[in-house]
Nanobody
């Protein structure tokens, strides 16, 4: 059974940092990837914001490039999202999700992610 559990959300002032974690269990397929998404109140789910591929490759959306960093701890089956220089518009529920699609074109398609965590709230406000 595949499970993804996010943690690390909270409240922070603009310009601050947070580190989210996604603990993954039951999912170790070659060619797979873990992605981070977010959904603000009243808006559609956005993403993938960042992707960590099983081969070590990464992807960043323009909206977070240079501010967010995705990394993974293979020993702990955990993917981290370091978020720096946070802005009020980053406020959202953040989700990690897993896809088995090996094609990068499919990894960039939100609908191709089969397994989702429950989400963690990030609030950026002064």
């Amino acid at each position: 059974q595949v499970q993804l559990v996010e943690s690390g959300g909270g409240s922070v002032q603009p310009g601050g940092s947070l580190r989210l974690s996604c603990a993954v269990s039951g999912f170790t397929e070659d060619g797979s990837a873990i992605g981070w998404f977010r959904q603000a109140i009243g808006k559609e789910r956005e993403g993938p914001l960042c992707i960590s591929g099983s081969d070590g490759s990464t992807y960043y959306a323009d909206s977070v490039k240079g501010r967010f960093t995705i990394s993974k701890d293979n020993a702990k089956n955990t993917v981290h999202l370091q978020m720096n220089s946070l802005k009020p518009e980053d406020t959202a529920v953040y989700y990690c999700a897993a896809t088995t699609r090996s094609s990068w074109a499919l990894k960039l398609d939100r609908s191709r992610y089969d397994y989702w965590g429950q989400g963690t709230q990030v609030t950026v406000s002064s």
